[in-house]
């Protein structure tokens, strides 16, 4: 079982930032490809960014491009995501999410996900 906990959550002015993090318990999936999505309000969860595996190549929604960037230490089993330039619209639960496919990932799979942390942007 992969645990995955997120921390680093919440609550900025816009035009703010925040970093977020994400620890995987297990070696399970070690060397997998990981993402965040996140999930507003009334709405459904939209992928974020993703990482591959040795973390050479990243992928972001069009929305957070230019603002958001996503790492991985592979040595502390951890992923982060750095957000800055924060929008009220950016207000969401952010997820943590880790799949052994890249393409499944960027399609909004996730073999486990975390619990979740709130980011909150004030306008």
């Known amino acids: 079982q992969v645990q995955l906990v997120e921390s680093g959550g919440g609550l900025v002015q816009a035009g703010g930032s925040l970093r977020l993090s994400c620890v995987r318990s297990?070696?399970?999936?070690?060397?997998?490809?990981m993402g965040w999505f996140r999930q507003a309000p009334g709405k459904e969860r939209e992928f974020v960014a993703a990482?591959?595996?040795?973390?050479?190549?990243?992928k972001y929604a069009d929305s957070v491009k230019g603002r958001f960037t996503m790492s991985r230490d592979s040595a502390k089993n951890s992923v982060y995501l750095q957000m800055n330039s924060l929008k009220p619209e950016d207000t969401a639960v952010y997820y943590c999410?880790?799949?052994?496919?890249?393409?499944?990932?960027?399609?909004?799979?996730?073999?486990?996900w975390g619990q979740g942390t709130q980011v909150t942007v004030s306008s």
């Open positions: 297990a070696r399970t999936l070690n060397n997998s490809p």
């Open positions: 999410a880790v799949h052994s496919s890249w393409s499944a990932l960027l399609a909004g799979s996730s073999q486990y």
């Open positions: 990482i591959s595996s040795s973390g050479g190549n990243t």
